[in-house]
T-cell receptor, first 115, second 109 residues
Framework: GAVVSQHPSRVICKSGTSVKIECRSL??????MFWYRQFPKKSLMLMAT?????????EQGVEKDKFLINHASLTLSTLTVTSAHPEDSSFYIC???????????FGSGTRLTVV | DAKTTQPPSMDCAEGRAANLPCNHS???????VYWYRQIHSQGPQYIIH???NNETNEMASLIITEDRKSSTLILPHATLRDTAVYYC??????????FGSGTKLNVKP
């Protein structure tokens, strides 16, 4: 079945630095990918839609300058958390849809800790 | 925004069937019902989906009411490894997925 790979699985960074998270569709092409964040004991919150070859669209309340999204190829989307602060610490998850399947496939997530 | 309502938690004895309900009274005619589960610190895992007919696969069964306003996910013989948060989501193949609060299923020995 469709596989979405996310890297890294865990990252710790210092406050003020930027962190890049990669999301790859391994066996299918995805013109659209999605980024979520999840706080402890909470549900997944959709942050943005990553569109191959064009600008990402952000959900209301999500700072686009804080969370930079690049979807440079049909198999790779990246999320960069810029000038990270402790409140950005969260579990970030990406997803993509295999055109030959129903629903979406999710990555295994990235645990970001900002110290 | 999420269009589904689920109980926050349920308990189930190991080996017994787990029946997880979901209300989606505003579902549109072309929207499917999807079920995913999330085991702690992992990404959501697809379980099953359906449009209006009942569906069964190797993991679970999905029962959708005739008016499509609610559904039930059935895990026929729950194991400890089925302990997870289960999410019911409605959408077509082009919609974004918005997650509701889900149901935390606790399978107990």
């Amino acid at each position: 079945g469709a596989v979405v790979s996310q890297h890294p699985s865990r990252v710790i960074c210092k406050s003020g630095t930027s962190v890049k998270i990669e999301c790859r569709s391994l066996d299918f092409q995805a013109t659209t990918m999605f980024w979520y964040r999840q706080f402890p004991k909470k549900s997944l919150m959709l942050m943005a839609t990553s569109n191959e070859g064009s600008k990402a669209t952000y959900e209301q309340g999500v700072e686009k300058d804080k969370f930079l999204i690049n979807h440079a190829s049909l198999t790779l989307s990246t999320l960069t958390v810029t000038s990270a602060h402790p409140e950005d610490s969260s579990f970030y998850i990406c997803s993509a849809r295999d055109p030959l399947a129903y629903g979406y496939t999710f990555g295994s997530g990235t645990r970001l800790t900002v110290v | 925004d999420a269009k589904t309502t689920q109980p926050p938690s349920m308990d189930c004895a190991e080996g017994r069937a787990a029946n997880l309900p979901c209300n989606h009274s505003t579902i549109s005619g072309n929207e499917y019902v999807y079920w995913y589960r999330q085991i702690h610190s992992q990404g959501p895992q697809y379980i099953i989906h359906g449009l209006k007919n009942n569906e069964t696969n190797e993991m679970a069964s999905l029962i959708i009411t005739e008016d499509r306003k609610s559904s039930t996910l059935i895990l026929p013989h729950a194991t400890l490894r089925d302990t997870a948060v289960y999410y019911c989501i409605v959408g077509d193949n082009f919609n974004k997925f918005y997650f509701g609060s889900g149901t935390k299923l606790n399978v107990k020995p």
